[in-house]
């Protein structure tokens, strides 16, 4: 449930926010819904790093490629797949330091 709450309320904010709100989003749901810190991690890392991971492609594939080659030049990685590769490992790691952060602030609390 947390990860399906996490993955639906950052997509809806990163129309609308900029890309750190995703951190917001993982910590407000992990202090409310996680049960464990193991479960607030991995739903955080999974829900970003799945969020991202089809935001990287959408626009890979609406754009034949060109978008992500060009960042990849202008960022000097030999590959756009590993540019990809990295802004997932990126967005996921954000996700699930600041959902276990939730979930350790709340038992700190309580």
Not at 22 to 33: G, N, Q, R, S, T
Not at 38 to 61: D, E, K, M, N, V
Request: proline fraction near 2%.
């Amino acid at each position: 449930m947390l990860f399906v709450l996490i993955l639906v309320v950052s997509l809806l904010a990163q129309f609308f926010l900029p890309w750190w709100s995703i951190a917001l989003v993982c910590f407000a749901l992990a202090f409310w819904k996680a049960r464990y810190g193991g479960q607030a991690f991995l739903a955080g890392f999974l829900a970003i790093g799945l969020t991202w991971l089809g935001g990287a492609l959408f626009w890979h594939l609406a754009t034949d490629g060109l978008l992500s080659s060009r960042v990849a030049a202008m960022l000097t990685v030999n590959s756009p797949w590993i540019l990809m590769a990295v802004t997932v490992l990126v967005g996921a790691l954000v996700g699930g330091t600041s959902a276990l952060s939730g979930y350790l602030v709340r038992r700190l609390w309580g």
